[in-house]
């Protein structure tokens, strides 16, 4: 079982990027990913979630900016960043979510239906 994050890098504030999750050895069409981002001596905070159905979620500092999608024949999520600023920079991580995304900006990261993680990519805003 694996979750494996790419796209990250060095973007000027307002530029754009977009992450990568790719999801292997596991049912991966049945599951919610919720990215999670999380900043040096920071707690692991969700960003956005998309359940089996494509239904979405957003924490309200994304929200306009930032558009998560899942291409489920390639085992792909994907988290379109825009006009980033610098309080983005972060680690940014995948995960998969049994809640189906109900537990959305409620759950701690540390909730253990959020058990395959990716490890993680770094995102920095910086001009």
């Known amino acids: 079982v694996q979750f494996v994050e790419s796209g990250g890098g060095l973007v000027q504030p307002g530029g754009s990027l977009r992450l990568s999750c790719e999801a292997s050895g596991f049912a991966f069409d049945y599951y919610a990913v919720t990215w999670f981002r999380q900043g040096p001596g920071k707690e692991r905070k969700g960003v956005a979630c998309?359940?089996?159905?494509?239904?979405?979620w957003y924490t309200d500092s994304v929200k306009g900016r930032f558009t998560i999608s899942r291409d489920t024949a390639k085992n792909m999520v994907y988290l379109q960043m825009n006009t980033l600023k610098p309080e983005d920079t972060d680690v940014y991580y995948c995960?998969?979510?049994?809640?189906?995304?109900?537990?959305?900006?409620?759950?701690?990261?540390?909730?253990?239906?959020?058990?395959?993680w990716g490890q993680g990519t770094q995102v920095t805003v910086s001009s």
């Open positions: 998309i359940n089996k159905d494509e239904r979405t």
């Open positions: 995960a998969s979510d049994r809640s189906g995304c109900l537990g959305f900006g409620s759950y701690s990261s540390t909730w253990m239906g959020y058990d395959y």
